[in-house]
């Protein structure tokens, strides 16, 4: 099975607890037998869902939106990012240069593409931004990605 994720950066680390139980939960439930994590790998849910199953024997695909996606993470991740980008059994790119907001909108729409289901967690408001995680729920709602939605009881950002 191939899971996508999408979700929020910047959470707190309670938030972070919570979403790494909610995502193990997801791996002992889809079964460690031939499911691949399909991420971004930013900071945040990405990079815990692909730890996740990485950690369970699974694998990792990396959607890159961009050539400057990196550079757009925060310094204090980039050990992780390049950790997690050197066990990706696969990557894909959108051949965009700039990490831009249609950048991301379309490694998204990549991601989606590759996945059996996605997994979003998020907290079921609007997009802050275009491509955020509500427009990536959208777009995978609109081309029949099945979605399941991970977001702690009484959780806010």
Known sequence: MRVGITGHRGLS??????TRAMLAEQVAVMGKRDLVA???IADGPDTWWAEAVLDAGGRLEVVVPADQYRDGLPDW???DYDSLLSRASGTHNTGMAES???????GSEILVGLSDRLLA???GLPARGYGGTADVVS???RVGVPVTVLWP???TR
């Open 100 to 106: 831009t907001s249609d950048a991301h909108q379309a």
């Open 153 to 155: 009881d009484r959780a």
């Open 13 to 18: 680390k309670e938030i972070e607890q919570q």
């Open 38 to 40: 399909i991420s971004c």
């Open 77 to 79: 991740h980039h050990p």
């Open 121 to 123: 967690v998020w907290d």
């Open 139 to 141: 777009y995978a709602q």
